[in-house]
């Protein structure tokens, strides 16, 4: 700090009445009290809930459509996720599309919510959800299986309809 | 204002006591480091000796990652997460160096959503580094009012997004989707709402005189030290060193606007003091609305994902491309063997460079004053470590 390149310069001593700082504290107290009577702009959280809109990036859900998930077990989002976190097995089916996840399986700790499953996905199988509320207790419970990631079409149509726009 | 006591002290019979520096650590837990940061400070009484910085506790491989990556689109993510709280710049520095690699020329409609973004993310990271700064000082008020701000900024980027904080937007060659049609009047709005905020944080903030009494002539930063250090972005146009990388070396279509590059000019005490690295970010909020405001009057209709490569197969060969992000030049090395995963990438971060100047800046200064230095230099410890 001292170095000779810079000087320092030291104003004189402060006034006992200066050091008080009364006339800045007031001014911050004008704009505080201001504000009191101003709309306030947080969230009551669990009591309202945040509605995020049709382009927000929740957890990557499953999507099922005539009781049958829509995957045909392609691995190709297996494939481009950067984090690894997908686990797909295949299987085969009597159905029209032959083939089927026997197991899938999303690591909710590694998924990084960046949306590459959902962009390379050629079935619109999956689907980042709105769902953000993602908290657990153990490392077990965020291993999510086909019982929880797949969901009926119904709930996420906002999203699918965003992305038929967008794409 | 207390002289320094040079005379040794003595007991009470007269015997001269032995004196010795003691080593204290501030963090990694500290409060005022701005994330995990380990400062091993030497200090002599109150006067501090000498700080050693202890990095790397947020180190995450974000190079040696790369180089497993299945494509180039994937390091994206990746690139976000360095510097967390100014994503959209590091997205931008990246698609920028892949895309000089590959020689592509993206859409005008998509540099301008970009350069819009950039911008909007530079204020939201000035925001924090503000309010944080107040906080350090001890005025915690002005930190809600950056946050109700910023929070406007995020909501902007989750409708266009769907992420609030890590967004995997810009891809290289364009963007994941186009800015929805309600975006443009929400932004100008937001404008509107944001410039008179500035005034305001500016006299509740930068020129109470508490505040400039713990800032001015505190952490001199002369501009030939910041130079040799290689410190860039605010820390060197605070030292009042005209540099800024998007007019001096021009990316994406920055030529285009009009607007001042901002320099600390010591108006409160010397020139590169805190105060002076302070009010550079707080001027280039206005600046960078004023470019917004141009870029959305300007924006051509267009498709942004003309230009989107199917497979992303660079040539062999190396390139280096540096932005300038809201900490400063921020470059990335990418070395490519033709095949579709990097051979190599280095990022080059400016929080790391600007945190290397602080022992040159704090001896000498008291252990309170510290604070107010670690707090200048504005870094995010997820882009020193990375
Ligand atoms: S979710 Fe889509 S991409 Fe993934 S395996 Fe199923 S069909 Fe293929
Ligand atoms: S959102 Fe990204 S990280 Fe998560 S499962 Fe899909 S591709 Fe993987």
Same mark, same amino acid.
């Given at each position: 700090?001292?170095?000779?390149?810079?000087?320092?310069?030291?104003?004189?001593?402060?006034?006992?009445?200066? !050091?008080?700082?009364?006339?800045?504290?007031?001014?911050?107290?004008?704009?505080?009290?201001?504000?009191?009577?101003?709309?306030?702009?947080?969230?009551?959280?669990?009591?309202? !809930?945040?509605?995020?809109?049709?382009?927000?990036?929740?957890?990557?859900?499953?999507?099922?459509?005539?009781?049958?998930?829509?995957?045909?077990?392609?691995?190709?989002?297996? !494939?481009?996720?950067?984090?690894?976190?997908?686990?797909?097995?295949?299987?085969?089916?009597?159905?029209?599309?032959? !083939?089927?996840?026997?197991?899938?399986?999303?690591?909710?700790?590694?998924?990084?919510?960046?949306?590459?499953?959902?962009?390379?996905?050629?079935?619109?199988?999956?689907?980042?959800?709105?769902?953000?509320?993602?908290?657990?207790?153990?490392?077990?419970?965020?291993?999510?299986?086909?019982?929880?990631?797949?969901?009926?079409?119904?709930?996420?149509?906002?999203?699918?309809?965003?992305?038929?726009?967008?794409? | 204002?207390?002289?320094?006591?040079?005379?040794?002290?003595?007991?009470?019979?007269?015997?001269?006591?032995?004196?010795?520096?003691?080593?204290?650590?501030?963090?990694?837990?500290?409060?005022?480091?701005?994330?995990?940061?380990?400062?091993?400070?030497?200090?002599?009484?109150?006067?501090?000796?000498?700080?050693?910085?202890?990095?790397?506790?947020?180190?995450?491989?974000?190079?040696?990652?790369?180089?497993?990556?299945?494509?180039?689109?994937?390091?994206?993510?990746?690139?976000?997460?360095?510097?967390?709280?100014?994503?959209?710049?590091?997205?931008?520095?990246?698609?920028? #160096?892949?895309?000089?690699?590959?020689?592509?020329?993206?859409?005008?409609?998509?540099?301008?959503?970009?350069?819009?973004?950039?911008?909007?993310?530079?204020?939201?990271?000035?925001?924090?580094?503000?309010?944080?700064?107040?906080?350090?000082?001890?005025?915690?008020?002005?930190?809600?009012?950056?946050?109700?701000?910023?929070?406007?900024?995020?909501?902007?980027?989750?409708?266009?997004?769907? #992420?609030?904080?890590?967004?995997?937007?810009?891809?290289?060659?364009?963007?994941?989707?186009?800015?929805?049609?309600?975006?443009?009047?929400?932004?100008?709005?937001?404008?509107?709402?944001?410039?008179?905020?500035?005034?305001?944080?500016?006299?509740?903030?930068?020129?109470?005189?508490?505040?400039?009494?713990?800032?001015?002539?505190?952490?001199?930063?002369?501009?030939?030290?910041?130079?040799?250090?290689?410190?860039?972005?605010?820390?060197?146009?605070?030292?009042?060193?005209?540099?800024?990388?998007?007019?001096?070396?021009?990316?994406?279509?920055?030529?285009?606007?009009?607007?001042?590059?901002?320099?600390?000019?010591?108006?409160?005490?010397?020139?590169?003091?805190?105060?002076?690295?302070?009010?550079?970010?707080?001027?280039?909020?206005?600046?960078?609305?004023?470019?917004?405001?141009?870029?959305?009057?300007?924006?051509?209709?267009?498709?942004?994902?003309?230009?989107?490569?199917?497979?992303?197969?660079?040539?062999?060969?190396?390139?280096?491309?540096?932005?300038?992000?809201?900490?400063?030049?921020?470059?990335?090395?990418?070395?490519?063997?033709?095949?579709?995963?990097?051979?190599?990438?280095?990022?080059?971060?400016?929080?790391?460079?600007?945190?290397?100047?602080?022992?040159?800046?704090?001896?000498?200064?008291?252990?309170? *004053?510290?604070?107010?230095? #670690?707090?200048?230099? *504005?870094?995010?410890?997820?882009?020193? *470590?990375?």
């Amino acid at each position: 700090m001292n170095s000779e390149r810079s000087t320092i310069i030291r104003k004189k001593d402060l006034s006992l009445w200066e !050091r008080m700082y009364i006339p800045e504290i007031v001014k911050g107290m004008k704009l505080t009290i201001r504000q009191m009577f101003a709309p306030t702009f947080t969230t009551q959280y669990p009591d309202e !809930r945040f509605q995020p809109p049709a382009s927000f990036r929740g957890r990557p859900v499953l999507v099922e459509e005539n009781g049958v998930e829509r995957c045909v077990a392609c691995g190709l989002c297996s !494939r481009v996720c950067p984090a690894l976190a997908i686990e797909v097995q295949a299987g085969e089916t009597e159905l029209g599309k032959e !083939r089927y996840p026997e197991k899938f399986e999303i690591n909710m700790i590694r998924c990084i919510f960046c949306g590459f499953c959902e962009e390379v996905c050629p079935e619109e199988a999956i689907i980042m959800s709105q769902e953000y509320e993602l908290a657990f207790t153990k490392p077990q419970d965020a291993l999510f299986g086909k019982d929880k990631l797949v969901v009926p079409i119904e709930k996420v149509q906002t999203r699918l309809n965003f992305l038929r726009a967008n794409r | 204002m207390s002289e320094i006591v040079t005379t040794p002290p003595t007991s009470s019979t007269g015997r001269t006591l032995r004196t010795e520096e003691m080593i204290l650590n501030m963090g990694p837990q500290h409060p005022a480091t701005h994330g995990v940061l380990r400062l091993e400070l030497v200090v002599d009484g109150e006067i501090v000796v000498d700080v050693i910085p202890h990095i790397g506790y947020l180190h995450r491989c974000f190079e040696k990652h790369c180089e497993h990556m299945t494509n180039y689109q994937q390091v994206i993510p990746y690139t976000d997460r360095m510097d967390y709280v100014a994503s959209m710049t590091n997205e931008f520095g990246f698609v920028v #160096a892949a895309e000089r690699l590959l020689k592509i020329q993206v859409p005008e409609r998509v540099e301008y959503i970009r350069v819009i973004m950039a911008e909007l993310q530079r204020i939201a990271s000035h925001l924090i580094a503000i309010g944080t700064y107040g906080i350090d000082i001890g005025a915690f008020t002005p930190f809600l009012y950056c946050f109700r701000d910023r929070e406007k900024i995020l909501d902007l980027f989750e409708m266009t997004c769907g #992420a609030r904080l890590l967004y995997n937007y810009m891809w290289v060659g364009g963007l994941s989707h186009d800015i929805p049609p309600d975006f443009i009047p929400k932004a100008k709005e937001f404008c509107a709402y944001f410039k008179p905020n500035i005034k305001e944080l500016n006299d509740l903030l930068t020129y109470n005189e508490i505040f400039v009494k713990r800032t001015a002539n505190v952490g001199v930063l002369p501009a030939d030290v910041a130079i040799n250090y290689g410190c860039s972005g605010p820390m060197l146009r605070g030292s009042g060193v005209d540099w800024d990388l998007r007019r001096d070396d021009p990316y994406s279509i920055y030529n285009k606007f009009a607007w001042d590059v901002c320099v600390g000019k010591g108006e409160m005490g010397t020139v590169g003091d805190c105060w002076d690295r302070h009010i550079v970010r707080a001027r280039e909020m206005e600046q960078s609305i004023r470019i917004i405001e141009q870029a959305l009057e300007q924006i051509p209709e267009g498709n942004v994902q003309a230009a989107l490569p199917k497979r992303i197969r660079p040539n062999p060969g190396e390139v280096y491309a540096r932005i300038e992000s809201p900490r400063g030049e921020l470059g990335y090395y990418i070395v490519s063997d033709g095949s579709a995963t990097p051979y190599r990438i280095k990022a080059r971060s400016p929080a790391f460079s600007n945190l290397s100047v602080i022992n040159e800046i704090s001896k000498g200064a008291m252990i309170a *004053d510290m604070v107010a230095i #670690a707090g200048s230099i *504005d870094i995010v410890l997820g882009e020193v *470590d990375r």
